[in-house]
């Protein structure tokens, strides 16, 4: 298991996943419409900016920046 990274202000972190199917699910409406509920809500709780988001067949990246330099969701600072 990772450790979670120790965070630093004004650093910009890139984050990717991929989906586990290898489909691109990202492609499709319904999935885009979830994706981006989810990083609004995530973006209410936590506080950052978000550049660069690319969805390119099965793979999510994109840079985010923590508001206070300190708090990102555990799942992002492995």
């Known amino acids: 298991m990772n450790t979670p990274r120790k965070l630093k202000q004004n650093v910009w972190y890139k984050v990717g996943s991929e989906i ?22 995530t973006k209410e709780r936590y506080g950052f900016e978000m550049r660069g988001l690319r969805l390119e067949g099965a793979w999510l990246t ?17």
């Not at 586990?20 to 809500?41: D, Q, S, T, Y």
Request: net charge positive; hydrophobic share 45%; charged share 30%.
């Open 62 to 78: 994109f840079y985010i920046k923590p508001d206070d330099g300190l708090k990102l969701p555990l799942i992002i600072q492995r």
């Open 20 to 41: 586990n199917i290898g489909e691109p699910l990202f492609r499709l409406p319904w999935a885009k419409v979830l994706l981006h509920r989810v990083l609004r809500e």
